[in-house]
């Protein structure tokens, strides 16, 4: 059970006891709850423990370096001295004197630090989680990845077999791959659970003991040993009533009885968020290299080894692989990554660099943010001179002043902080509670979520209360105190002149707001269209599922034939289909067959969704409702065709055929060209009407390639069935049960998956689009709304700055047009030269953004968004000055005059 | 020189040295409860351990993970020779000290 602040521990002295100490926590909380306790008095009781212990490593951590509190350095003398209650109440007062301001800068400040601090934490929280386990940060992941498609690649069954028994930097080298299967206990109704395959060495990788019974052990799997199972602490006590003697009973998974050994710990979920674990039996001489089951690896670094050490060697043994196995193994290259990024499948050479500039260009927002604020606090602060000069009069040093205008700024900026924070809280939560909607998490938080607080978080936060203050604060503090006192005090009751550094400001944040916005305004874009691309059949009527053998390496064949007929006569089902990948058939880049039989390269990326290559069963388009646009289906004779006959749809043809005829061409994968088995040439027998539909960019579409498969060939697929009525619906009127019962009856050693709705992913995926759609309108809105409030507090300055010189110009009978245009033609440079410099910006950063993230070019129609950013700044300059200087023209002469 | 003990540190000696191999920070507290009526807080029993660590009084090593404590191992505590030779000198301090005062 975690406390919400359990996160104080890390710091201070208390760090390297804390597991301890709080295990002797969470023993005496559970004692005291079995002693009568209510929960409330006892988590105050705990909450206690856990700030005195805080207090403690605290003071500890203090009294490592006793000079330093005994001998404060001149700098902290210097704070004590200038930073005091009386100057924290004086702006507290001034804040509340200037409501609009302060509502305006709280808003602004809360919305910036949200956003900057929600992407960190985020970030971090995929990046860098800690593993709750022991030396957790020694445990990684090893994978291979194509350097080509840029993904990764689990088919590492000898790779796995190769890296366990040649490095020396990892050890306790595992695998895993997780299944869904139908686990049935006593006489109670099966249920489909999540089940780890995992080799012996997850568990002592963890290093967490067994509570009851034993762990897995290597012995387990060998093909003749009995199948044994591990239950987690939930599952124990959810499933088997926490029943004391349940090692040794026999549970039934799929078709085989298995004996439980042991039972783990409450807490532990290792490998994702497992409850039940059974040993890998995967035997590499039953599966041809590239091929046999989907497998994560995992290890611990040896004592004495690094990150990088053990990149090296591991780079070594795949320049060995590559050069003996170039036909499968010439575009793969091994990694070590993170445990955490390969489970999800995130892990990709150079995310941390792509991620960091993110975070400078999202924290670039609270920049935008702190510099039109600074206009508004300079503005206010040169209205202040009077105050500035008698304090300067009395005694006051500059530094003093400062100070006192950065304690307005701190108290300023202290509570829209903690507000953001707790937004950016609220958001991650959200966001991570979307991102396990993944099929690797299947709905559930992996072991090593945390979603409290982070220590890296705060420090980032505080990180930018200090730049905000820096700008907001010391900045204009700067500037209105850098006169004399003489200028000072000659200068009492006469207006003050706006400097350089007004228009610098100006500048620069119409310049960052320019730069930065467009790369929002393009991601933002990106995701809402991929967002409204839909599927083109009811993708509501469809359900999906795993479907392999026993071991997984006997092929279906006509096991799933007759599986698929008996389903079909099923009444509630209108149709059953599969798909399934063949090795070496994927395509990350087309090359086409010229007229003289030689390859013609074609543009690398046509759309913005890539290419996706499937295997298909004969019917599939039939059952799918897929038109044929041109050409033929497949029938049972193509799956061993030599011609390698496929399928392309619509958005292939436009893509890569510029809309030619397509029949009869030929084409290949041209990332394979250089490799040692080039790919072979496609010949398009057929075209489809797109699978998915986007009503706005048909780029967002990707384009599919479809070849034949037939069941003989493969020993995994994808079955598919269109279902009459909705289909969420049929999971409950027990259509899972029928097709467990009829699987069983072909063959118990089939072995099926979870059944989900194919909408299922669909869900979560424009769940995503509209968190990150409804944040960047966020941004935009505010950064927008700032921006403007900004050029307003210039235009009223400049106005009521010249307000005898407008007077006397109107006095003196200068039309209104003339005296609007020397109102606006300050506001005109100092935003247009702000957009030049944005401009200039945005095109500088393209292709280091490209290149890092992914994002789409400025160019074609993506080129309009920068100038229409630039368009709406200035409009909003405009507008915001629109109302001053109406102000201006309505300025009588005699008041004008009067008024000095 | 002998080590210096403060009164707390004394107690929780007196505590490793009465819980002999079951020493840990529940148990060490429970025993300070029932014979001090003293309710110390985990911090200050684990902050005391850590510098009676450092100097050498002591010494701990981790257990295997409890259901009990939410998966967590225990620190099992024990005395040192040094430890035990401090101990007995406070002891024995209090001991002469107290000797022939009466009305105690």
Known sequence: VRHPLDFLLRVGRMEADRVSLLGDIEEERRARIRRGSGHLSTFVWQTGQILAACVYGARDALRRSPQASRDPSPGRRAWAGLVSWPDLKLSLRLLLKHPGLTLVASVGIAVGIAICAGFFAFAQSQLYPTLPLDEGDRIIGIENQNVVTRHENRNVLHDFVTWRDQMTTVVEIGAFHQMDARLQFGTRHAE??????MTASGFTVARVAPLMGRFLAPDDERPDADPVLVVGYDAWRSRFAQDPSVVGQQVRIGTTIHTIVGVMPEGFKFPVNHQFWVPLRANPLAFERGAGPQLCVFGRLAPGATFASAQAELAAIG??????????????????????????????????????????????????????????????????????????????????????????????????????????????????????????????????????????????????????????????????????VAGNIGQLGTSVRLGRTWGVLIVAQVAIAVAALPAMVRLGLTEIRSGLTRPSYPIKEFLGLAITTEGGKDRLGHRLTE??????????????????????????????????????????????????????????????????????????????????????????????????????????DGARAGSGQPSPWYEIVGVTENLATNPIDHHAVPAYVFYPVAAEQVTAASLRLH?????????????????????????????????????????????????????????????????????????????????????????????????????????????????LVGIAGAVTLESPITSAIGWPELAGRRAIVLPAIALVMLLAGFLAAFGPARRGLRIQPTEALKTE | MADYLGEFEQLILLALARLGDDAYGVTIRETLVERTSRRPSFGAIYSTLRRMEDKGLVRSCLGQPEAVRGGRAKKHVALTPRGRAALREAHGAIVRMAEGVRGL
């Open chain 1, 192 to 197: 489909t659970v999540r089940i780890a395959a």
């Open chain 1, 319 to 484: 320049r060995h692989t590559a050069s003996a196995f170039p036909q499968t193994h010439a575009n793969l290259k091994p990694l070590v990554v993170k445990y955490t990024l390969t489970v999800t499948g995130d892990a990709e050479e150079g995310i941390e660099v792509a991620v960091l500039i993110a975070e400078v260009l999202v924290s670039l927002v609270l920049v935008v943010v702190a510099l039109n604020l600074a206009i508004l606090v300079y503005a206010r602060t040169t209205y202040r001179h009077r105050e500035i000069a008698i304090r300067t009069a009395l005694g006051a040093g500059r530094l003093r002043i400062v100070t006192q205008l950065s304690a307005e700024a701190l108290t300023l900026a202290l509570v829209p902080a903690i507000a953001g924070l707790a937004l950016a809280q609220y958001g991650v939560r959200l966001s991570l509670q979307i991102f396990h909607q993944q099929p690797v998490f299947g709905g559930a938080a992996p072991f090593w979520t945390d979603y409290s607080l982070q220590p890296a978080t705060i420090g980032y936060v505080l990180a930018l209360v200090v730049v905000t203050v820096g700008i907001v604060g010391v900045l204009p503090a700067l500037r209105a105190t850098r006169r004399s």
């Open chain 1, 563 to 668: 599986l698929k007929r008996r389903l079909q006569a099923e009444p509630d089902v209108a149709g059953v289909t599969f798909a399934a990948s063949l090795p070496g058939r994927s395509i990350a880049r087309v090359e086409l067959m010229g007229p003289a039989g030689n390859a013609v390269p074609t543009d690398s990326k046509p759309t913005a969704a890539g290419i996706r290559t499937f295997g298909i069963d004969s019917d599939y388009f039939n059952v799918y409702g897929v038109r044929l646009l041109a050409g033929r289906s497949f029938d049972a004779r193509d799956s061993g065709d030599l011609t390698n006959p496929v399928i392309v749809d619509r958005s292939f043809v436009r893509a890569f055929l510029n809309d030619g005829h397509p029949l009869g061409r030929r084409f290949r």
């Open chain 1, 723 to 835: 279902v009459r009525g909705p289909a969420a619906a049929h999971l409950e009127s027990g259509l899972p049960q029928r097709l467990h019962r009829l699987a069983a009856g072909i063959d118990p050693a089939l072995r099926l998956g979870e059944i989900r709705p194919s909408a299922f992913i669909d869900l979560s995926e424009s769940l995503k689009t509209r968190l990150i759609g409804q944040t960047l309108t966020l941004v935009m809105v505010t950064v927008l709304m700032l921006s403007a409030a900004g050029v307003y507090a210039l235009m009223s300055f400049t106005v009521a700055q010249r307000r005898r010189e407008i007077g006397i110009r109107t006095a003196l009978g200068a039309p209104p047009y003339r005296v609007l245009q020397s109102i606006f033609s300050r506001v005109a440079v100092q935003v247009g030269s702000g957009m």
